[in-house]
């Protein structure tokens, strides 16, 4: 089976590449580096679109629009006009309702980001395309983690390396993750089923803020102390409240429907993802 992967050198696309490389002809195609109108797909079975513009903070939100959008509307018509017969997209759990503690797939949708409102914008145009001929299967994670993973995760690794005792303990939240790993596969499950429709991918146990920093601590063979500071959380919700809300706050991603229905296990427990991100592992 011969699939074209965009986002191919991100940090989910080259997991995929590298995990599924034996069992699936890959070909690659970067917005960024190549020419979409040299561009055939005539040949592919399966396009897996991750490229994406995800938080920007300087990015308008027409840079969302175009990137998000309509590359992805162009990518999907010519996919379609080519005889391609799936299409996989890799949006997001920004396209939910903020306010929301849980999340199940039939939750309400009510994207407060640019980066949000374009990804469930892409997800409407796409199921349009959608026919007897042309499956498309849209994929909602939280956030991704793993060896090299960017962003938030990533400081708080560096910051576990560097300090040995944070003022985050206590924190009794809960918040689902998943490993690259898991996302992975259940990208090939629905590969491998052809499956249509909207999925949500997650790691079976949503764990505290605490937990987590215990468990790269663990990972990292160091010894770790997590003092409670009440006045610290109600400094960082005066201050900083999206990162209060990411640190204190419950946002729990239910996907035992999609677990069901596409009849699979998540293959990684969060703890072992989380030792083979800290060892730089797959």
């Known amino acids: 089976m011969k699939i074209l992967i965009t ?4 940090f989910v696309g080259s997991y995929f590449v590298d995990k599924y490389k034996d069992k699936y002809e890959i070909k690659t195609f970067s917005f960024l580096k190549d020419d979409f109108r040299a561009l055939h ?3 592919v079975d399966v396009v897996l679109h991750l490229s994406a513009l995800v938080h920007q903070p300087k990015a308008l939100e027409e840079e969302y629009i175009k990137i998000n959008i309509d590359y992805t509307v162009a990518l999907a018509r010519k996919a379609k006009e080519s005889g391609v017969k799936h299409f996989i997209f890799m949006s997001t759990i920004a396209v939910y309702d903020t306010s929301l503690t849980y999340i199940d797939e039939n939750s309400h949708l009510n994207p407060s980001t640019p980066y949000g409102r374009s990804k469930l914008e892409a997800e409407k145009k796409l199921q349009e395309l959608e026919d007897e001929f042309f499956t498309v299967s849209i994929l909602r994670p939280p956030m991704v983690y793993g060896s090299n993973a960017p962003g938030n995760i990533k400081s708080l690794m560096r910051l576990v390396e560097h300090v040995s005792i944070l003022p985050f303990g206590g924190i009794d939240n809960q918040r ?6 898991n996302l992975c596969h259940l990208v090939d499950v629905v590969i491998t ?3 249509s429709g909207i999925f949500l991918a997650s790691d079976d146990e949503a764990i505290s803020t605490s937990k987590l920093i215990e468990l790269i601590a663990k990972a990292k063979k160091k010894k770790m102390y997590l003092l409670h500071v009440k006045m610290f959380g109600v400094l960082l919700k005066w201050f900083k409240p999206s990162l209060y809300r990411r640190l204190f706050c419950d946002l729990v991603v239910d996907n035992a429907w999609s677990k069901k229905v596409l009849d699979f296990e998540n293959p990684y427990t969060t703890e072992e993802g989380i030792a083979l991100m800290v060892n730089g592992l797959k």
Do not use: E
Request: glycine residues 18%; charged residues 20%; without cysteine.
């Open 193 to 195: 089923q052809k499956a």
């Open 41 to 43: 797909v005539k040949d």
């Open 7 to 10: 986002g191919a050198s991100g």
């Open 176 to 181: 689902s993750f998943v490993y690259v790993g």
